[in-house]
């Protein structure tokens, strides 16, 4: 059972729509869009998942065994999968979206991929008489359960339009930045600044608890100053208590990086501080942290 919190939705007229992959991310999305009030047709490439979500979220809404057949009643699909490959496997072929979409439709991709997959997609879309955005998510999976996600898009402005009021069932914010692309561009600065904003706290917290000092009340006090960040403010009491066990996955943070790192190649960027942060994220892989919080990069400082 995903944990939902109240939400209060915007009153719009009710659309046919599909959700591709129901992961962490995509099970509540998915669940704002039924609470909405719109016709949700599931997708997951573990049957088990997808009946699980209708038993919770079930009503008028339906699941289907391909990509191709969840999407022909569909005015937009949203996906969220894991990677290029995931979303290429989802889209293309004889049983992808793509297929199966009716003209018109919009597809729009709240995976982070590269910036890359998203102007492909977007060029295929187009050929199929589609629309394509690209549209991923800021605010892991609290975020998407409480329906405060922060969404970076790529792709036509009319497309965009149409979709934005029916996206916010699971938003906070749902913002057109440029053409396709752009999205998963701005999500790569969202990782940057996060890899950054990480680091230096796990130094800060390390450096404060050698002090002596007791660092739950100095976050307390310099969170009132310009110290203050989401991070600080979510993410540094769990620190101080060396809790890791939740929150968005240190192997998920490396994959974004490595997009970034990959583009910065392309674009000739230069980010020293994410290459050593990527290369101390790698430590705490090694450490078994895997699965743990990005936070946990304060392991490698104990």
Not at 16 to 45: C, D, E, I, Q, W
Not at 161 to 178: E, I
Request: with cysteine.
């Amino acid at each position: 059972m995903s944990s939902i919190n109240t939400k209060t939705y915007e009153p719009i007229s009710p659309v046919s729509v599909a959700f591709l992959g129901l992961g962490v991310m995509g099970y509540p999305m998915a669940g704002h869009l039924a609470k909405a009030g719109h016709h949700v047709t599931v997708y997951n490439r573990t049957a088990a998942k997808s009946e699980a979500w209708l038993a919770e979220f079930g009503h008028a809404n339906t699941h289907s065994i391909t990509p191709k057949l969840a999407v022909q009643n569909a005015d937009i699909v949203f996906c969220c999968v894991g990677n290029d490959d995931d979303l290429r496997s989802v889209t293309l072929g004889t049983d992808g979206a793509f297929a199966g979409m009716k003209p018109g439709a919009i597809f729009v991709d709240h995976t982070t991929a590269s910036a890359s997959i998203a102007r492909e997609l977007a060029a295929v879309a187009k050929l199929a008489g589609l629309e394509f955005v690209d549209a991923p998510v800021s605010g892991g999976q609290a975020g998407a359960q409480n329906g405060m996600l922060t969404v970076m898009c790529g792709g036509h402005a009319a497309a965009f339009a149409k979709v934005q009021p029916v996206g916010m069932a699971f938003s906070r914010a749902f913002t057109l930045l440029g053409e396709s692309g752009s999205g998963q561009l701005a999500k790569m600065v969202n990782q940057v600044c996060i890899a950054g904003l990480v680091q230096g706290l796990s130094e800060a917290i390390a450096f404060g608890q050698r002090a002596g000092l007791d660092m739950n009340q100095v976050l307390d006090v310099i969170g009132k100053g310009a110290a203050q960040s989401w991070q600080l403010d979510n993410r540094g009491r769990t620190m101080v208590a060396d809790k890791f066990d939740f929150g968005f996955a240190v192997d998920w943070m490396r994959k974004d990086l490595g997009l970034v790192m990959d583009e910065a190649k392309r674009n000739g960027a230069r980010l020293p501080v994410t290459a050593l942060v990527d290369q101390f994220y790698g430590d705490v892989q090694l450490m078994g942290g895997k699965r743990w919080d990005t936070s946990s990069l304060i392991k490698r400082l104990k």
